[in-house]
């Protein structure tokens, strides 16, 4: 699925929103019209305080907790302590 670009608010309010809906995360992600990979990415970066992702060829600039940082992926998995 390729959607619209939500920013950090709407993310926010659907990653929210689902327990109330009573939906799976499978009828609750085609009701929003994201696919579930997204939904659980955006999840765990919300519970590990990540604001920002963006993902560009090598490189990964992120928002944590107030702080910019700008790495590769294999870096920033293990200073998120994320197993390989």
Not at 17 to 38: N, Q, R
Request: glycine content about 8%; overall charge positive.
């Amino acid at each position: 699925m390729r959607g619209k670009r939500r920013t950090q608010e709407e993310w926010t309010k659907i990653i929210e929103d689902h327990p109330k809906s009573g939906k799976s995360v499978a009828d609750y992600c085609k009701e929003v019209g994201i696919s579930e990979k997204t939904f659980y990415t955006h999840r765990g970066a919300m519970k590990r305080g990540i604001q920002k992702v963006m993902v560009e060829p090598k490189n990964i600039k992120a928002t944590i907790n107030g702080i910019e940082v700008e790495t590769d992926c294999v870096t920033l998995r293990k200073l998120l302590g994320i197993p390989q």
